[in-house]
């Protein structure tokens, strides 16, 4: 059974750091872009990062409110993809998803994913 299955959020102060990490079972992990997206409260789900393997260069997309601030990255021998964050903000605060689906040069969006994670939440706040 193919699933994803998110961790490590919680509560962080403005200005703290968290980690999240994606444990995905499904099949050709290598062969499949990598993604995290958000959904705050009664606000849309938005694309946060993603990495994928495109003419055999790893690549990196991120959105313009966490570029310079989040890390996104995959380790293949635990078939499990990352999001670390730093310099939090209160704005930050949301459910975090993890995706899989199809690599692409990007811009992502949610059409380009067909397994999702359940989610974790993310608080920061003082």
């Known amino acids: 059974q193919e699933q994803l299955v998110e961790s490590g959020g919680g509560w962080v102060q403005p200005g703290g750091s968290l980690r999240l990490s994606c444990a995905a079972s499904?099949?050709?992990?290598?062969?499949?872009?990598m993604a995290w997206f958000r959904q705050a409260p009664g606000k849309e789900r938005e694309f946060v990062a993603a990495?994928?393997?495109?003419?055999?260069?790893?690549?990196?997309n991120y959105a313009d409110s966490v570029k310079g601030r989040f890390t996104i990255s995959r380790d293949s021998t635990k078939n499990t993809v990352y999001l670390q964050m730093s310099s939090l903000k209160p704005e930050d605060t949301a459910v975090y998803f993890c995706a899989a689906g199809r690599p692409s040069s990007g811009p992502y969006t949610e059409a380009d994913f067909n397994f999702w994670g359940q989610g974790t939440q993310v608080t920061v706040s003082s």
């Open positions: 499904v099949r050709t992990f290598s062969n499949k872009a």
């Open positions: 990495t994928g393997w495109i003419a055999f260069s790893l690549r990196t």
